[in-house]
């Protein structure tokens, strides 16, 4: 029986039951019908007449309606619970033969099927879980085939910069000079920060990049990365970065490497796209949270650009940032990176005045 169905086993089960009892009742019928239909006699002729004579016949003839009525009450019964069983067990079993012919399609890669819902609320419960998988697979099926189909985009330009230019030099075409390989060495370094960040992107998702969260003052940490951003900026034309740090900033649990990831990609961005004018940090505190905020007064993101900031490859002015260092990804990870910590990322932003990206940290609950 072990390689039989679930819906064999389901009906061979209650068939099973069904025969136990009927045989519980028929025996059960057999032995003590005739001894109450005896007591019954016994009344009968105590209280108004003699029916010694056909005690005989009568109880033959009891035993043998009784023994038909059995009969026809066990071919009726079996019929009836059998028929029940069966479309019983088809019931329970027919949303899960929809789910193995569904998972089929999946490998097939049609993953728009579903199931229906159901009536018994197990079984329902289990078609909405399965549906959510479902919702699951075809979203990351749709990543996947986003991330290659962008991936793709964005290797194609600086490997034709490459190719062209190793052409032009190997055919004379083109001399060799420092700023040619100047050029060439900006197009192989955007390449390796492109899959090193998409190396780290792949590893938040999947879950294997662990986040050591613990106790950090974060005024040491941000007046670094300040101070490191400051010094890169030495002459009147580039924007000014400063750190608004209120002192009663209490500590907040947090992994401090990442945290500094963080801001490192808040703070690149806003130099991308900050020309003149300033980059502030600012930091604020409520009851729960620490909020870190990089406020630019650069060129600012449009309302339609906004909802997608944080996705992978996204660029608010694509032929100018594709040549500017960027990968488009830098965002994706810090939202993924502050979510890992417990906090929120988000942005607000004006055309022509500037943008503010800011994220959350838990407080650190002193014992």
Do not use: C
């Not at 105590?46 to 066990?74: D, K």
């Not at 792949?202 to 106790?215: F, M, N, R, T, V």
């Not at 130099?271 to 003149?276: A, H, K, M, Q």
Request: hydrophobic share 40%; glycine share 8%.
């Amino acid at each position: 029986m072990s390689k039989l169905g679930l819906r064999s086993r389901l009906f061979f089960s209650h068939v099973i039951v069904m025969i136990v009892g009927l045989v519980t009742i028929t025996v059960i019928g057999k032995f003590s019908s005739p001894r109450f239909f005896v007591v019954y006699l016994d009344h009968i002729e105590g209280n108004v007449l003699s029916i010694r004579t056909l005690r005989t016949e009568l109880m033959r003839g009891f035993e043998l309606a009784w023994t038909r009525g059995a009969l026809w009450s066990l071919v009726m019964g079996a019929t009836a619970a059998g028929a029940l069983s069966y479309l019983v067990s088809k019931r329970i079993v027919q949303p899960l033969i929809q789910m193995e012919e569904i998972t089929k399609k999946f490998a097939s890669g049609e993953l728009d099927e579903r199931v229906p819902d159901n009536e018994i609320p197990e079984l329902n419960q289990l078609a909405s879980s399965f549906n959510r998988m479902a919702a699951d697979l075809k979203g990351v099926e749709q990543r996947r085939r986003e991330l290659v189909s962008d991936l793709t985009h964005e290797l194609r330009t600086p490997l034709t910069v490459l190719e062209g230019y190793l052409e032009g030099l190997a055919d004379g075409t083109i001399e060799s000079s420092p700023a040619v390989y100047e050029l060439l060495s900006k197009e192989a370094s955007r390449m390796r920060r492109l899959v090193n960040d998409l190396q780290e992107l792949s590893k938040i998702e999947a879950g294997y990049l662990p986040i050591d969260a613990q106790q950090v003052d974060l005024y040491p940490l941000l007046n670094s990365v300040v101070q490191r951003f400051s010094d890169q900026l030495l002459t009147q034309d580039n924007p000014h970065i400063y750190l608004d740090y209120p002192p009663e900033t209490p500590l907040v649990l947090a992994d401090p490497g990442r945290v500094e990831q963080i801001l490192v990609n808040l703070l690149s961005n806003a130099l991308r796209y900050t020309t003149v004018g300033s980059i502030t940090v600012h930091v604020w505190h409520s009851e729960t949270q620490v909020w870190i905020a990089v406020i630019d007064t650069g060129q600012g993101i449009s309302p339609n650009d906004l909802p997608h900031v944080f996705d992978r490859f996204w660029r608010a002015d694509r032929s100018r940032n594709r040549h500017s260092g960027g990968t488009g990804i830098g965002l994706a990870i810090s939202r993924r990176l502050v979510e890992l910590q417990g906090g929120t990322i988000d942005v607000d932003s004006e055309l022509g005045i500037g943008s503010v990206f800011k994220f959350s940290l838990p407080l650190a609950h002193m014992g």
